[in-house]
């Protein structure tokens, strides 16, 4: 009796090692998936709609989804931050929540100098194709998405020759055309982005 309970005891141990293993590490290293009504904007394309890009000025413009509950975004906090301090005279930064609760939690992160934007309809989100936290949208001088996707192929954004969202910002900042990349830059890695009914239990808070 003994025995089988020592055996219990090592599977719960090892199963309990497999789930916390599963949530912090090997769900972000599959891709995030992908929502059933989602749109895919491709590149090149002008969101049309005034009222949802109202509050944005002209581009170049730098859209960052964060959100503080996913651990991705916090991985990536560091390397945004080295982008703001290199490129914020060039660019237009936004750093986009999807709370009120979370735009409290991301100015504590990056400071209250940088500009924030709640979209908890998802409006912003939707409208640039984006259904996962973190990405980057980088929109050009005329308004026009020039690219979406992840930051890096890394999760820590330590490898530079895969810094997708910093090569896009060089090629827009310097006029080019917007670079092609594997799957890796546009297809998400992350945590997906809440579901609506949840933000607004959020923005209570």
């Known amino acids: 009796m003994r025995y089988i309970l020592s055996i219990f005891a090592l599977l719960v141990c090892f199963g309990g090692i497999v789930a916390i293993f ?8 599959l891709p995030t998936p992908v929502p059933a009504n989602y749109k895919a904007i491709p590149v090149g394309h002008a969101v049309k709609d005034v009222k949802l890009v109202s509050a ?8 960052h989804f964060y959100n503080p509950d996913c651990p991705c975004s916090r991985f990536n906090a560091n390397h945004l931050k080295s982008l703001v301090r290199m490129y914020q005279d060039s660019v237009q930064l936004f750093i986009v929540v999807p709370s009120a609760k979370a735009k409290k939690k991301a100015i504590s992160e990056f400071g209250k100098h940088l500009e924030y934007i709640v979209d908890d309809q998802q409006k912003i989100a939707s409208a640039y194709g984006v259904y996962a936290t973190p990405q980057a949208v980088l929109i050009d001088r005329e308004g026009k998405l020039f690219y979406r996707g992840n930051y890096n192929k890394s999760r820590y954004c330590t490898a530079k020759a895969s810094n997708y969202a910093e090569l896009a910002l060089v090629a827009l900042l310097n006029n080019q055309r917007p670079p092609v990349f594997d799957s890796y830059a546009t297809q998400a890695y992350g945590c997906e982005l809440p579901e609506r009914n949840e933000l607004s239990k959020l923005n209570f808070f």
Do not use: A, K
């Not at 944005?56 to 859209?63: K, S, T």
């Open 22 to 29: 599963w949530y912090q590490e090997l769900q972000y290293s």
């Open 56 to 63: 944005l000025p002209e581009g170049p413009l730098f859209l």
